[in-house]
């Protein structure tokens, strides 16, 4: 529990600068975004922002996502190391041989689409009703990366609209939140 609370204390600055970049992307998507750090084979939301609109993910800060299944997840997955990804499929498999005989292509796919595209997704995959894009955020300063995601009704967030409009501006908004972060030259 006290890595949990620290590692969000020490991205809680990281969650503040990206804020106005996360409220923006929220109006302009009308859904929910979220900023997230890796705990463990988790991931835990250090910042989150809604829209106005009225069907909109109601998961806050604190809310922890599997890592495999989830957008967020599996956008952290795809930015972080190919010493870091073989670690955590490692962990992965010793805690369920089953599961990561499932999760394991699906991971494979996510890097093959994120080198393609730019951005992972979860569309369906974690819940039934939920579709997410996902980008990595390497700040640079040799941390593991955090995740942006845009998340949403399956029903909404599909096809051109998720896939272009939104992930366009996802990947904006990450490069903003990075340049922003650098250009503050924030420290630990």
């Known amino acids: 529990m006290l890595s949990l609370g620290f590692s969000v204390l020490t991205n809680f600055e990281i969650g ?45 800060v604190g809310t922890r996502l599997p890592l495999a299944e989830t957008a967020m997840g599996r956008a952290m997955w795809c930015c972080a190391s190919p010493g870091m990804r073989a670690l955590l499929g490692q962990r992965l498999q010793a805690q369920d041989a089953e599961r990561w005989a499932r999760q394991q292509p699906a991971l494979r796919r996510a890097e093959a689409d994120y080198a393609r595209r730019g951005y992972a997704c979860s569309e369906s995959e974690w819940e039934s009703d939920i579709a997410a894009i996902g980008v990595g955020i390497d700040i640079g300063d040799g941390r593991e990366p955090l995740a942006l995601t845009v998340g949403g009704p399956a029903t909404r967030l599909r096809g051109t609209l998720l896939h272009e409009d939104f992930a366009a501006a996802l990947k904006h908004t990450g490069r903003e939140i990075v340049d922003a972060i650098q250009a503050a030259d924030w420290r630990d």
């Not at 463990?40 to 829209?51: E, G, K, P, Q």
Request: proline residues 2%; hydrophobic residues 45%; aromatic residues 4%.
């Open 16 to 60: 503040r600068i990206a804020r106005p970049f996360m409220e923006t992307l929220a109006e302009h998507t009308q859904a929910a975004i979220s900023l997230g750090v890796r705990h463990d084979l988790s991931m835990v939301y250090v910042a989150h922002c809604r829209s106005t609109a009225r069907l909109i993910l109601g998961l806050d």
